[in-house]
């Protein structure tokens, strides 16, 4: 079955970075479109990034300039690369893989505090 998951989470200090990766099995990874979302405690899911099966990427205004979405097709794995990570940036990140059907992941923690 199609499995997607997560890793790279944790706890870091405001300024720092993080690169999370998620992995995907049971799929043809290379035709679907992939994205990274979030979720903090008390709100909703919400975009951060999202990358299509051709490589054009989108960002969510609060991730601009700051956060980038890649993939590599041979190694079935998308990537989202966090810098200047502020305290706002904490909350439960989820890749998410859609095109004919969608598939979550189960979420890795982002903690960003001193």
């Known amino acids: 079955q199609v499995q997607l998951v997560e890793s790279g989470g944790g706890l870091v200090q405001p300024g720092g970075s993080l690169r999370l990766s998620c992995t995907a099995s049971?799929?043809?990874?290379?035709?679907?479109?992939m994205g990274w979302y979030r979720q903090a405690p008390g709100k909703q899911r919400e975009l951060v990034a999202r990358i299509t099966s051709g490589g054009n990427t989108n960002y969510a205004d609060s991730g601009k300039g700051r956060v980038t979405i890649s993939r590599d097709n041979a190694k079935n794995t998308v990537y989202l690369q966090m810098n200047s990570l502020k305290p706002e940036d904490t909350a439960v990140y989820y890749c998410?893989?859609?095109?004919?059907?969608?598939?979550w992941g189960q979420g890795t923690q982002v903690t960003v505090s001193s």
């Open positions: 049971g799929m043809d990874f290379s035709i679907y479109n």
């Open positions: 998410k893989a859609y095109y004919s059907r969608t598939y």
